[in-house]
């Protein structure tokens, strides 16, 4: 990990460089000619300039070693400049991800310090054609080359879809059946039988470049097979899940503020009926309130993965599904509404915003689709669910309980409410047997995101109120505006949870587990979380005070 000061410098000069070489005229100039700027991505990577991937080489390679943390930091920073230079440095990152975890020492010492010493820029070659969020479904071959009787090398065949920096990588991660199952591979630019197909006209994130790849009996020695073990890959794959994944959560959460960033000031000053939009209720508690509300949920949720997974305690994978959800959800929430902030002018290209509505698409498509996410979730904590008779979210709503007891203005005992109706809607899944309904195992994914992710946000404000917040994490917001965040959205994690789960469980089974609906609502402590909506509209006028400058003392404290 490196230090808060350098992390500090190295997004200071990362915004620096934006403002001179990436403002937005030279953005949106990039984006209408549908280009990737080669030079600008070499710049950022090269080691003796930017020097942006050193940050995730370890140190033993050449590179600053940093953490998830730091990753997560740069990587908002990236976004809100622009998506598509930032998904050419993740290629590099997911490129060299299996070489991270799976290489053997001297792979890793050969890549990793090409990729720090030279700014080798890399590719991550998984999809195809016709295996996308189903990997196991990849046709790409191996063949072993063999000479007496000893494999020295492979010859792959097979073809990549959507691959980023496909068409401008130095080297390649190629995945590809061997006789013993999925495994990765290097492949350098040059090989003989490997092709790229011409940049894809893409929606968004055009200033990135994606290509396909096409391999006719690519011959590489059996050194670029990653970690010299055939059928490791899916394996090597799923070992960085939670980190990726934490990096584009942390795409969503910059672009959603990019989008933001511009339609508070522009609101502030747009003068309708009178006075200015920002003025307005009925604007800001549909436009921004809630869209910043559901990007500091995010945020909370991924910061604390990260800081887990910087202390060790492994890949997180399912945390990382939620800080990707909640995040990139809310990131393209908040930019579409954005567009819709800046009324007609929105809705043009020059003020970025759609743009960045195009740019924050990808977000939720790339590193696992919402709906893989959704299932990803699902599946994990169902297990905790069974593996506990029911008791994994009413104990962690007790904690709940425990710190509202202490900090009763973070919003714990709304949070409360809404694991412990989790817990019950998911009970009654399982009492109806339900989850054999797909819809119904996927929602319960985005519910449990929420209340994941309102129980994160009450933790992290209450830690913020002790100043005991980890040092590099983000501060934009006080104590308690924090608070105040935190508790509008636990309204909302409560709401969702108890309305969504009993209209879908009575939807998808009537008779068996619904039962009586009137116990149900008891059950789910509906009554309650109503009466904690209380006090819902005064800590948005203070969330909007605060945005605008204009807030004098915290809103009341609620539950
Ligand atoms: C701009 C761009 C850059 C990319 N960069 C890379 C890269 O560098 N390297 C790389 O390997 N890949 C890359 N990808 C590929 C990306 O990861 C895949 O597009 C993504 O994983 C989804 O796969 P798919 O497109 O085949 O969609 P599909 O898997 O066919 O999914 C289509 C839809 O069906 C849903 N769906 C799929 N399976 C299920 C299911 N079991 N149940 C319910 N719903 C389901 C999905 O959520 C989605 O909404 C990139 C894609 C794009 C567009």
């Known amino acids: 990990m490196i230090k808060a000061k350098t992390l500090t410098l190295s997004v200071k000069s990362l915004r620096e460089f934006a403002r001179k070489r990436l403002a937005d005229q030279e953005l949106i100039a990039l984006d209408s000619r549908d280009e990737c700027p080669l030079e600008i991505v070499r710049h950022m990577c090269s080691p003796d300039k930017l020097g942006i991937q050193l940050l995730f080489i370890p140190e033993e390679f050449g590179g600053f070693g940093g953490g998830a943390f730091d990753v997560y930091c740069v990587c908002e920073e990236m976004a809100r400049i622009d998506l598509g230079v930032a998904t050419s440095v993740l290629a590099t990152f997911l490129g060299s991800d299996p070489i991270t975890v799976g290489a053997t020492p001297e792979q890793k010492k050969l890549w990793l310090s090409r990729i720090a010493e030279e ?226 002018y929105g809705y043009t290209h020059e003020y970025m915003v759609e743009k960045i509505s195009r740019d924050v698409r990808i977000t939720t498509i790339y590193e696992g689709t919402s709906e893989i996410m959704e299932m990803t979730i699902s599946r994990d904590r169902w297990q905790l669910h069974l593996k506990t008779r029911g008791g994994h979210y009413h104990e962690r709503a007790r904690e709940l309980e425990a710190l509202h007891a202490r900090h009763p203005s973070v919003g714990a005992g709304c949070a409360a409410l809404a694991l412990h109706a989790l817990a019950d809607v998911m009970e009654r899944a399982r009492a109806g047997r339900l989850t054999r309904h797909q819809h119904i195992l996927l929602r319960m994914g985005e519910w449990i995101a929420y209340a994941e992710c309102a129980e994160v946000l009450a933790l992290r404000a209450s830690l913020l109120a002790e100043g005991r917040l980890n040092e590099k994490a983000n501060r934009r917001f006080d104590a308690a505006a924090l608070a105040a965040i935190s508790r509008i959205f636990a309204r909302e994690a409560a709401l969702k949870v108890a309305q969504e789960g009993m209209r879908w469980i009575v939807g998808a089974s009537p008779e068996k587990a619904a039962g009586d609906v009137e116990a149900f609502q008891t059950a789910v402590n509906f009554s309650a979380i109503l009466r904690a909506q209380d006090g819902l509209v005064g800590d948005m006028d203070f969330v909007a005070d605060v945005l605008y400058g204009r807030a004098l003392k915290p809103a009341a404290q609620v539950a």
Request: hydrophobic share 40%.
């Open 119 to 344: 700014g080798l820029l890399f590719a991550y070659g998984a999809t195809e054609p016709d295996a996308g969020s189903d990997l196991g479904a990849l046709q790409t071959t191996a063949e072993r080359v063999e000479e007496d009787g000893r494999v020295v090398g492979y010859r792959i065949n097979g073809s990549k879809q959507w691959i980023s920096n496909g068409g401008i990588a130095g080297a390649y991660t190629v995945l590809a059946n061997t006789p013993a199952g999925p495994s990765w591979f290097i492949v350098e630019r040059g090989a003989a039988g490997f092709t790229h197909g011409k940049p894809e006209d893409k929606h968004g994130i055009r200033t990135s470049n994606t290509a396909a790849l096409s391999f006719a009996d690519v011959y590489v020695d059996a050194d670029r097979l990653v970690g010299g073990v055939e059928g490791q890959g899916l394996l090597q794959a799923q070992a960085v899940f939670g980190y990726t994944r934490l990096m584009v959560a942390a795409f969503g959460l910059g672009a959603g503020w990019a989008a933001l960033d511009r339609a508070i000031p522009y609101s502030a000053k747009r003068i309708q009926a009178g006075s200015p939009l920002s003025e307005k209720q009925g604007y800001t508690h549909k436009l921004i309130v809630p869209n910043v509300v559901r990007l500091e949920a995010g945020r909370a949720y991924i910061e604390q993965t990260a800081e887990r997974i910087d202390a060790g305690e492994g890949s997180l994978n399912t945390e990382g599904a939620i800080a990707k959800y909640m995040s990139t959800e809310a990131g393209n929430a908040a930019a579409e509404a954005s567009i819709q902030a800046l009324g007609g």
